[in-house]
């Protein structure tokens, strides 16, 4: 593990609570423990006739997709207006054509359900479906699940909300609307934001650490990071492995060999993601405990 310490990128919000506490987590003696069973968690995907690689595993989706589920909680609760597509549309980041390709993408695999206002039979109103709200959650449910190996487990648990519906919207609302506010959980941190633009690049991210903590602790290298085997992992391209690859090793952020191995990860990349990991840790026990009180 790098020298306990945050991220540089978040100097600035280092004295708030959140991340006083992620550097509490960060301390724990079995936190390169809990950060690989996160990245196991994200990566440990069986496959399915529902391509989830491609239709959320990519920012711009994620983002418009999570801030769908905000718009209905906020709707449900009588703070905001109904979540159409043109509210959507002027709320996300993307073009109007874009997102309207996207929702009915996603209404076409029944992921979201339209139905229409009560009061206004003109406007149709956008829910996202239990699938979709657990495709969404997968990284934050991963986060919370892993911080109960350095943390007394919450009353709310991840099985837990992965039942639970409403609790599972609701937790991810609050999720988005904090983000709205303040971005110090994202932004932050160039490697997870420029991974994550790609599709399945977040997920790519966390094979390479996973490989990466495996070889400092001593494990035998596994060489599961071909271009050929992360390709059929996430049902991308072998090309598109060899271009995230390309531009890692461009911006000094990992290397990977030939053989797939991690030939170099430098300890400010590994630092980038402890720290972004134990933020999220923290972030998502918070709305735990905020949805319980609720």
């Not at 997709?65 to 109904?82: D, K, N, T």
């Not at 043109?86 to 997102?99: C, F, K, N, T």
């Not at 030939?258 to 590994?270: C, I, K, R, S, Y």
Request: hydrophobic share 45%; aromatic share 8%; charged share 20%.
């Amino acid at each position: 593990m790098s020298e306990i310490r945050l991220y540089a990128g978040v100097e600035d919000f280092a004295a708030d609570s959140l991340w006083v506490e992620a550097t509490g987590l960060m301390r724990h003696p079995s936190y390169a423990s809990a950060l690989l069973v996160y990245c196991e968690a994200m990566t440990a995907r069986a496959r399915k006739l529902l391509p989830a690689n491609k239709l959320f595993a990519q920012k711009q989706r994620y983002f418009v997709s999570f801030l769908l589920i905000c718009l209905y909680v906020q709707w449900l609760e009588s703070r905001g207006a109904p979540p159409s597509l043109a509210l959507l549309q002027r709320s996300a980041p993307g073009s109007p054509r874009q997102i309207a390709d996207f929702i009915n993408g996603l209404r076409d695999r029944g992921l979201i359900i339209a139905t229409s206002l009560e009061t206004d039979r003109r406007t149709q109103i956008l829910k996202p479906s239990l699938e979709l709200l657990r495709e969404i959650a997968q990284s934050p449910l991963a986060a919370l699940g892993s911080s109960e190996l350095l943390a007394p487990p919450l009353t709310i648990r991840p099985d837990d909300l992965v039942m639970d519906e409403d609790r599972l919207a609701r937790w991810l609302a609050l999720s988005a609307e904090r983000y709205a506010v303040k971005d110090d959980l994202f932004g932050p941190f160039p490697a997870i934001v420029r991974h994550s633009e790609r599709d399945a690049g977040h997920l790519v991210f966390c094979a390479v650490i996973a490989e990466a903590l495996r070889q400092r602790t001593g494990s035998p290298a596994s060489g599961s990071l071909t271009y050929r085997g992360l390709a059929e992992r996430f049902d991308v391209s072998r090309q598109h492995i060899s271009n995230i690859f390309g531009e890692a090793a461009q911006n000094g952020w990992y290397r990977i060999s030939p053989g797939g191995e991690v030939a170099l990860m430098p300890d400010h990349t590994l630092l980038q993601f402890e720290t972004w990991v134990a933020g999220q840790m923290v972030h998502y026990r918070h709305l735990a405990l905020a949805i319980r009180e609720r």
